[in-house]
């Protein structure tokens, strides 16, 4: 099949996958460097898979420049177990603070208070979830403080993270903006992400985590929600999404080759102002939900000037193989979500359809 | 790469998948039903995915037998992270009984009463966990009754299941038995699997569910751990394992091909036969780690004179692509593990290799 017949994928997670990627991936389906067997089929003990996953760690290290005094875990369930396992492992008998700019930072919210006491350090929801906060009501005893670093369903992005009190541990879910830009780790506690967006197939969790909030983890927790052996037995206490895990990795090898996440933030950034412009060119008949100060890079919501224009706009894309594009079921409009692997053609595809399709319902 | 290059994979899982899923996975990887995308691109919510999902369910339901009564769910964390779940869900404040047959049994055990109450109705630990016990010590008032259908690491399978109490739910471990064989569900409250034996890659969990059941799971569970959510969304209450759900979905469909689970089960005796039969004709060379009565038809853990005899034997068969020999860090020895996709002909090459060994070496 010629790259020709690729679909323009703006799907928010799972997403669109670098082709490269994919291409390696079927070569050596059958056959996993000469083992005779698929990744799929080897134990996850062996030694080739030992390389794999160690592989991808070294890989993510070096892309996000990881402090040594860090963990990285593959794990499962996505950032929303990552919800319940960071206030079981973090918060003890304490208190956690969370910043709520959208849905996922809201639901993680929820899911702590099911478990223990938390505060909302800030929360922008009676403005509609469309910017980042301007000021914090911060606890200085808090267990941490927590934030999500891009809402995928309401396109606000942090364009630096907030600043925690000394002594509480910052805690970032960065599911959806994560290896699209370098990022000083040293700076966190615990950083988390879904890799569906960015990094690879659903079903793997890359969890980073500062060694000394390891000691948090209580006794006697499930050994599957536990940090602190999950850590310590390398992401194989049990057996690990192998074939996901091999995904990512090979997504870290083309993200290094792309020359870095300084380089892969020059290209998202180039793609995401080449829509905005679009957007902000438009003369108001495309608007865009969040606030020019808080715009994603990754997942840029807007709305046309009604919603039988929008679901035109939606329907007739799909069939140009523009996919994706209907908004989240919960707000509606429409979403292009342009993660890494999105290429400009992609976008360039998009921004012209955008312009022909205001000219025909203008 | 033709069908001969392929290795002869007696791994214990992950483990060998049948050779067809595989080549219908790579086929279609950049390009899945005509979207333009990899099944691993497009959207859990897409009506592509949801044909995926639905298809997998409904051979399953096929497969088994499923009672309409029953929910079945595709989740992650492995049957470790059910170890937790089960008492979480179905225990209350009750007492749960544990038939100990194994290394997954005892550990199930252990996370289980690092929740709450557990009693042990049976175990076999004493005489090294090789049979499956005469009789249970039964709580006609537990909370569910736990068994594991056959112990991975001792090769040691149940011919039939425990019959619980009136009014006590079945619950079974079947990770390693996964759709080897017909099974009543009606007689189970819960049934579980990582399908990395028998069914896919490592990264789903299938978790069979009686309906009446997900009425004990408790308010306030974490999303991720509560049955009765997840069952309710269908498996898609966040983004599920896409690409594993569809590789056990292709797999479940090669099952269904071959004749159902009456004929699977025909062939894994006709395998696991000629296994046990070079072992007794060995005159003791070879001996079985389990008792005859309690021998599985997916593991075969067996010993040698030596372990100087095992640690070659295991050595030399990887020279001749007979993979995944060598038996679990934790008790030593050989095991083959002959799961549903292993062909005949890789246990006879297995066996005539057995022969050859005792030969040079006997």
Redesign the interface.
Known sequence: ?SEL???H?F???????P?EV??Q??AE???FKG????V??????SKEFEAVIATAETDLRDLLNIPSNYKVMFL??????Q??MLPMNLRSAGSADYIVTGSWSKTALK?SQ??GTSRIAASTEKEGFNSIPAAYDLDPKAAYLYYCANETIHGVEFPTEPVAPSGVPLVCDTSSDFISRPLDVSKYGVLFA?V?KNAG????TVVIVRDDLLERTPS??????DYKTLAESKSL????????IY?VGLVFQWAKKLGGLAEVQKLNQQKANLLYKTIDESGGFYRGHAQPGARSLMNVPFRLPTEELEEAFAKEGAKK?L??LKGH?SVGGIRASIYNALTIESIQALTDYMKEFQKNHG
């Open positions: 099949m017949h690729r679909a994928n799907n928010a997670g799972p997403a669109v996958l082709l994919l291409q991936a079927q389906m059958l056959d083992t005779g067997m698929s799929m089929e080897i134990s996850h003990r499962q369930g996505g950032a929303t177990l919800f319940a899911e099911k478990l879904g569906q197939p659903s079903g793997v006697n927790l499930p050994v599957m929600l206490h049990n057996t690990p999404p192998c074939f996901g995904m193989k996919i994706g079921r």
